[in-house]
């Protein structure tokens, strides 16, 4: 069963503006990662958050992580036709446990 | 400096059937986990090899299983294919010095009939 669940499942924004996806997850965990996928295909790591930051940037890529509230963000700003994708955040827990826990995903249209 | 690789692409199978999938980590990654991901859904986690041993293993039956060969890649069989397993199969390589830095691979479609 999927850990995570992303908010919202579908976007769809103007090149230019900013996106904003959300993500909540149901245990303690040791880091946070968000992933892009293109078409179905493979998993592009964006970036991963540890549970002791509150914040991190890379590049047009904003997360923020709320360990009391069990939910991230990834804001993408300044958006491109490129950035359209499906993206997933995955927590690795504190545990000894070694998976990734995906959520279902939001699906991010970027139109010209 | 060669990411994931992963073969085939593509595959059809008829239910009943075997499969084999394969994957070659990443350049100085030791570490393969195996993730299934059904259209629509984010990809689930069937499990991971480190040593040539099974590490970790998720909620999938004993027709999964694998292998890690001593040069750190490994194979996905599944035996007695159903419908369901019909799905993107994705291979994940990481370094036991930097245990949650992933790469992915780019899947395998298998598609069973």
């Known amino acids: 069963s999927q850990q995570g669940e992303e908010d919202p499942q579908a976007l769809s924004i103007q090149e230019g503006e900013n996106a904003t996806m959300n993500c909540s997850y149901k245990?303690?965990?040791?880091?946070l990662q968000w992933y892009r996928q293109n078409s179905g295909r493979g998993l592009v790591h964006l970036i991963l958050i540890r549970s002791n930051e509150r914040e991190k940037h890379s590049g047009r890529l904003r997360v923020t992580l709320d360990t009391s509230k069990k939910s991230s963000s990834l804001l993408i700003t300044a958006s491109r036709a490129a950035d359209t994708a499906s993206y997933f955040c995955a927590t690795a827990r504190m545990d000894s446990s070694y998976k990734l826990i995906f959520g279902s995903g939001t699906r991010l249209l970027v139109r010209p | 400096d060669a990411g994931v690789t992963q073969s085939p692409t593509h595959l059809i199978k008829t239910r009943g059937q075997q499969v084999t999938l394969r994957c070659s980590p990443k350049?100085?990654?030791?570490?393969v986990s195996w993730y299934q991901q059904a259209l629509g859904q984010g990809p689930q986690f069937i499990f991971q090899?480190?040593?040539?041993?099974?590490?970790q293993r998720g909620n999938f039956p004993d027709r999964f299983s694998g292998h890690q060969f001593p040069n750190y890649s490994s194979e996905l069989n599944v035996n007695a294919l159903l419908l369901g397993d019909s799905a993107l199969y994705l291979c994940a390589s990481s370094s036991s010095r930097d245990r949650y830095g992933y790469t992915f691979g780019s899947g395998t479609r298998l598609t069973v009939v």
């Open positions: 090899y480190y040593e040539e041993e099974e590490r």
């Open positions: 245990t303690s965990i040791n880091n």
């Open positions: 350049s100085g990654h030791d570490t």
